[in-house]
């Protein structure tokens, strides 16, 4: 019994001991992570805290600069941390000095205030707050010797990246190149691997044509779900990268946006209602897109040289405002090696509509490869082709119209206007394009389309279908464009 008593009492005095040792534990693990972020002399934090039972590591003011890049975060902190006690207390921690290639595996990690400058592109990020729950950064690959290594290490480390959710607030982008400023009020992202997304939601996006600009372009709110954008990634992570080269396809399964403003809307009075995309599944290696805009309104202010001219001239023709819709379908059958483009539709209520379909059909492997890396030279090695295409257009009245304008501001009757009209059409001739009989054909049906109205289809029919290696032929000059692509105009009432 005694001998119980003893040990237990033992227990607890070492426990004690224990638990008082743990500031001094924390206060000596944290000095140590302080010395090794500083330890080359590229970066410099004021204070670090550690906190051993929360495995939490918090760095303030932390600035990190070298010939390519530059880092400055006034908070950070990781909590929840998966990484092994005798590493953090030896100030082996992950991120220790946020060097690039390092491994990450936290419940939560925040960030305030960070801002971020690739020295070579231009670029620039800065946003308020970041808050990442569920995070794995697995280790990755930081060799690079290369111009811009901010873009082909951060493409890298979202390639290594697994995230449970992610927010940010007040998020500030200059886009490599252009200077362009593009701003996010908030960001949602859910359920993030590695170049997979399962919801995004972004509001209060703007772009500006420099940063301190006014915006000419905002979108309140845009939501999207099931992004794959790993082949971007992948492309972006080459040591061969460089701005402006292919990235890949983004594939999303649907998307929308909506609440459009800013300056360019303003100063045409255009409106917009929302922007939407789908694609989906139809079975194996077949499937359907949409992309559909509803809502734009076309009515320009009494105010500005554009807006003024744009309100003028839509007055001569007698139209107030300008109201369209756009609804545009696709097919992708990798199976039978065709992409159909079913139905294009540009449709603006009273004044007309235009309409165009095409289908590429003998798609091979290459043809498919070149659409996923986004890489269009390669197009020139496919046996893909043009199989058909179809120009449809319907005049509701906007032909009548713009006569009536062009007649007010030459002073000539509406009647003899169309009539030179179509006699310009028919005495036309393309540059580099043989004028054959069939082309002459052609003209005339599109000059009879001016001087009657209706509806005017342009169809093309090539047999043999035309390869993308027959491109060179027809930008030649002389090239015979109508019976290569067997093109065919007929004019509907």
Not at 44 to 65: C, P, Q, Y
Not at 67 to 79: F, K, M, P, T, V
Not at 312 to 332: H, L, N
Not at 458 to 474: S, T
Request: include cysteine; glycine fraction near 10%; hydrophobic fraction near 45%.
């Amino acid at each position: 019994m005694r001998k119980s008593v003893i040990a237990l009492i033992a227990v607890v005095v070492l426990a004690g001991a224990a638990v008082a040792a743990v500031p001094v534990i924390e206060r000596h693990a944290a000095a140590n992570i302080k010395s090794e972020i500083e330890g080359n002399g590229t970066a410099k934090v004021d204070e670090v805290s550690v906190g051993l039972f929360a495995r939490r590591v918090t760095l303030l003011n932390l600035k990190s600069k070298s010939a390519a890049e530059e880092l400055n975060i006034g908070r950070w902190q990781a909590s929840g941390l998966a990484w092994p006690i005798g590493e953090l207390l030896a100030g082996r921690t992950p991120l220790a000095g946020f060097r690039w290639g390092d491994p990450l595996r936290a419940g939560k990690v925040e960030l305030e205030n960070v801002a971020m400058a690739d020295k070579a592109t231009g670029g620039r990020w800065t946003m308020d707050a970041l808050l990442i729950e569920g995070l794995d950064l697995a280790r990755y690959d930081a060799a690079y010797d290369g111009m811009f290594r901010v873009s082909v290490l951060t493409a890298r480390a979202m390639g290594a990246l697994t995230v449970r959710k992610l927010e940010q607030r007040n998020t500030r982008v200059t886009l490599p190149g252009s200077g362009e400023a593009v701003g996010l009020a908030s960001i949602v992202l859910e359920d993030y691997v590695r170049g997979l997304v399962t919801k995004l939601a972004i509001a209060g996006m703007d772009v500006a044509a420099a940063e301190g600009q006014p915006a000419q372009l905002s979108v309140a709110e845009t939501k999207a779900t099931k992004i794959d954008f790993s082949r971007t990634i992948a492309a972006m992570s080459s040591d061969k990268w460089f701005p402006g080269a292919p990235a890949g396809r983004i594939h999303i399964e649907t998307a929308n946006a909506t609440g459009f403003g800013g300056d360019l809307f303003k100063r045409y009075g255009i409106s917009l209602g929302e922007v939407s995309f789908q694609t989906a599944n139809v079975r194996d290696k077949v499937s359907r897109t949409r992309t559909h805009v509803e809502g734009f309104v076309l009515a320009p202010p009494l105010r500005g040289i554009e807006g003024l001219s744009m309100r003028m001239a839509m007055q001569s023709m007698g139209i107030k405002e300008v109201k369209a819709d756009f609804d545009c379908y696709g097919t992708e059958d990798q199976g039978k090696g065709e992409l159909t483009l079913d139905r294009c539709a540009l449709s603006a209520p009273g004044l007309g509509e235009i309409e165009l379909s095409a289908r590429i059909v003998n798609g091979d492997a290459t043809f498919w490869n070149a659409l996923d890396e986004g890489d269009i030279l390669l197009l020139q090695d496919s046996t893909a082709a043009l199989g058909a295409a179809r120009l449809v257009l319907t005049d509701k009245s906007l032909l009548e119209r713009s006569l009536r304008a062009f007649a007010t501001m030459t002073r000539k009757p509406v009647a003899a206007l169309r009539a030179e009209w179509a006699r310009d059409v028919r005495l036309y001739q393309p540059s580099g394009v043989l004028i054959s009989q069939a082309m002459t054909q052609l003209l005339d049906t599109a000059a009879r389309f001016v001087e009657q109205g209706g509806t005017l289809v342009i169809e093309a029919k090539p047999d043999p279908p035309v390869g993308f290696d027959r491109l060179e032929y027809l930008l030649n000059p002389g090239a015979d464009l109508v019976s290569v692509l067997g093109l065919k105009a007929t004019l509907l009432k």
